[in-house]
């Protein structure tokens, strides 16, 4: 191995670090998850989830081998054949996998399971980076745009039609590193205004009062732009663009959304209206957080895991564990570990030299932050319950094995930041 390809010095060891422990916490409350008291269990028996898990991550550490081994140059050359490669693959699935919990977005290999949806993630990433960081490439350009728009939306609509709506919006924050990288604001605050707009439309019965509101914060707008006629323009088409949201809303909820969708929405709004029916995860998830107080019922005790009052435990609704046997400190620690992970992979992504890793190590950053702010938020009702799992730690060798092709690809390419000159 030559001195350039030793890359254990250059590596970011603390994010390497914060991998393993985040894996090893997720890996404990696994088995908390699926503990029985009644029975002897180990947590090592591959017949429980966590034994699985302990699979799935001694199979992440080869991945990981197989990553750092080879050149960081094939990441770029590659992507583009990548992130065909899963394209393919989201449509077999589509055509020919398994319907899993109303999805039609699984592979069956003997045992096991590979849901291409979770690699899709990376290869975008990829994608993304490498036609951002082409020569000549400028955010401004109309054409440039909506090759970008298009990298991100084709695998998102392909996701959509297999039934996991979940997961493809996590696509919507690669919106960020578009930002990053020079797009308008102005698509981000109508976006935002948007998503706000459709959640207030489900809160209020009497939808003049929000047409009212987005007339008087264009008129606002307007009054301090008055002397620039393509941002009053760009005002004007925001705003019709928001009240289209309000109009668009029943159509989305009663034709688009299959009926655990819609009820999702309904637990979000109202769960204490059915909450024995549809509001019943988010109602037993916050009770279980709750009755850990600051310090938890202790690793192995938690009375609402038990008795599996929370559906999913082990995978969409994890939090629920920590925040049940090891209360407000455990969830505290849990969630500054991940917050720490995020900000050390901005920082990562703003010292690269090279703009296809700087795309890429935002790409990282966003996605995981989406996963650990909308999974936490689902467990305790500020969110909608929309089954997407908590980075590293929900069960699944899908989830983990694209986790850690997302971080360790990126990992590759920061240790090499040195060796280039590209911008």
Not at 212 to 235: D, E, P, Y
Request: hydrophobic share 55%; aromatic share 14%; with cysteine.
């Amino acid at each position: 191995m030559t001195r350039a390809d030793n890359i254990s010095g250059n590596l970011d060891w603390l994010t390497v670090l914060l991998f393993f422990l985040i894996a090893l916490l997720g890996w404990l409350n696994i088995f908390a998850a699926v503990y029985d008291d009644t029975t002897y269990q180990n947590i090592f028996d591959l017949s429980l989830n966590s034994g699985k898990q302990l699979i799935f991550i001694g199979a992440s550490v080869l991945l990981i081998i197989i990553i750092m081994v080879m050149d960081f140059r094939f990441y770029d050359t590659f992507a583009y054949i990548i992130y065909g490669v899963i394209i393919f693959l989201l449509i077999v699935v589509l055509l020919f996998g398994r319907e899993v919990a109303g999805s039609r977005s699984w592979f069956e290999l003997g045992p096991f399971r590979l849901q291409p949806s979770e690699l899709a993630k990376f290869a975008t990433g990829l994608a993304l980076a490498k036609y951002i960081g082409t020569s000549g490439f400028r955010m401004d350009k109309v054409m440039d745009q909506v090759v970008t728009f298009a990298i991100i939306g084709l695998p998102a609509v392909l996701i959509v039609l297999q039934g996991d709506a979940g997961t493809a919006i996590v696509y919507a924050v690669l919106l960020l590193v578009l930002f990053r990288e020079g797009l308008s604001p102005v698509l981000l605050i109508v976006g935002a205004f948007s998503a706000i707009i459709f959640v207030l439309t489900l809160l209020v019965e009497n939808h003049v009062y929000l047409y009212m509101g987005i007339l008087s914060a264009a008129t606002l707008a307007i009054f301090f732009n008055k002397k620039r006629i393509k941002r009053i323009v760009f005002i004007i088409a925001g705003a019709l663009v928001v009240s289209g949201v309000i109009r668009s809303v029943d159509y989305v909820i009663n034709d688009v959304l299959k009926p655990h969708q819609q009820n999702r929405i309904k637990a979000f709004i109202n769960p204490d209206s059915d909450p024995l029916g549809f509001g019943w995860n988010v109602t037993q998830s916050k009770i279980a957080i709750g009755s850990g107080g600051p310090w938890g019922k202790g690793f192995l005790k938690g009375t609402q895991t038990k008795f599996d009052f929370v559906p999913e435990q082990s995978t969409d609704f994890i939090f629920c564990t920590i925040g049940e046997e090891h209360g407000w400190i455990g969830s505290f620690i849990t969630i500054m570990l991940f917050v720490v992970l995020i900000l050390r992979l901005i920082f990562l992504a703003e010292r690269q030299k090279w703009r296809f890793a700087r795309v890429y190590g935002y790409t990282v950053a966003c996605i995981f932050f989406f996963h650990f702010a909308i999974n936490i938020g689902m467990t305790i009702g500020l969110f909608p319950v929309i089954g997407i799992p908590l980075p590293l730690f929900s069960y699944g060798g899908s989830s983990f094995f694209g986790f850690t092709l997302l971080l360790f690809i990126f990992l590759k390419l920061d240790a090499h930041r040195t060796q280039v000159l590209v911008h």
